[in-house]
């Protein structure tokens, strides 16, 4: 099974995105359901690894902190291609500094990030007909903000109809 760690996103902030409206048929929008804002992704781990990163990530202490949603921007970073749709969050530092500490815990069982883009992904895109109108997506400004309390150890496994969550724990 696949594994990440990230913040889950509550409600009202789940109901603003889904708000979000692609005028291109062609773009595959994440369900509300799955909105998040990853800090690491473990990718496929055994179950002892998982106990281990269970265990690591127990000892992490986290201080809330307030984020607010952010600008709209893509992977690849361009002008006529894109790959996936995501909306930022702010400030930065403190998430980047969360994700480090989590780096920290596991360095000695997985990689540290090396570029740290903290966002929440709204879609994934197949193919674009309209670039001019696709791009107004760009220019929509978004405002919810949000307490991050805890984190949490999900399990991600692909089905026919999209990858599927389970949370496996949760840390404050």
């Given at each position: 099974m696949r594994y990440f760690i990230a913040v889950d996103l509550p409600e009202k902030i789940k109901e603003k995105l889904k708000e979000i409206k692609f005028e291109e048929k062609t773009a595959n929008v994440v369900m509300v359901s799955d909105f998040h804002l990853t800090l690491k992704f473990?990718?496929?781990?055994?179950?002892?690894?998982?106990?281990?990163?269970?265990?690591?990530?127990?000892?992490?202490?986290?201080?809330?902190?307030?984020?607010?949603?952010?600008?709209?921007?893509?992977?690849?970073?361009?002008?006529?291609?894109?790959?996936?749709?995501?909306?930022?969050?702010?400030?930065?530092?403190?998430?980047?500094?969360?994700?480090?500490?989590?780096?920290?815990?596991?360095?000695?069982?997985?990689?540290?990030?090396?570029?740290?883009?903290?966002?929440?992904?709204?879609?994934?895109?197949?193919?674009v007909k309209n670039v001019t109108e696709f791009r107004k997506i760009f220019d929509l400004q978004i405002e919810g903000s949000f307490d991050v309390v805890k984190i949490k150890l999900i399990k991600s496994e692909l089905t026919e109809k999209g990858a599927r969550y389970e949370i496996i724990g949760e840390y404050q």
């Amino acid at each position: 099974m696949r594994y990440f760690i990230a913040v889950d996103l509550p409600e009202k902030i789940k109901e603003k995105l889904k708000e979000i409206k692609f005028e291109e048929k062609t773009a595959n929008v994440v369900m509300v359901s799955d909105f998040h804002l990853t800090l690491k992704f473990l990718g496929e781990i055994d179950k002892t690894k998982v106990e281990i990163v269970k265990k690591e990530l127990s000892k992490i202490r986290i201080k809330p902190f307030k984020l607010k949603i952010d600008k709209i921007g893509s992977f690849p970073k361009g002008k006529t291609f894109f790959k996936v749709i995501w909306i930022g969050v702010m400030p930065k530092r403190k998430i980047i500094d969360l994700i480090k500490r989590i780096d920290d815990a596991l360095v000695t069982f997985f990689e540290r990030e090396k570029r740290i883009k903290p966002h929440i992904t709204l879609a994934r895109v197949k193919g674009v007909k309209n670039v001019t109108e696709f791009r107004k997506i760009f220019d929509l400004q978004i405002e919810g903000s949000f307490d991050v309390v805890k984190i949490k150890l999900i399990k991600s496994e692909l089905t026919e109809k999209g990858a599927r969550y389970e949370i496996i724990g949760e840390y404050q």
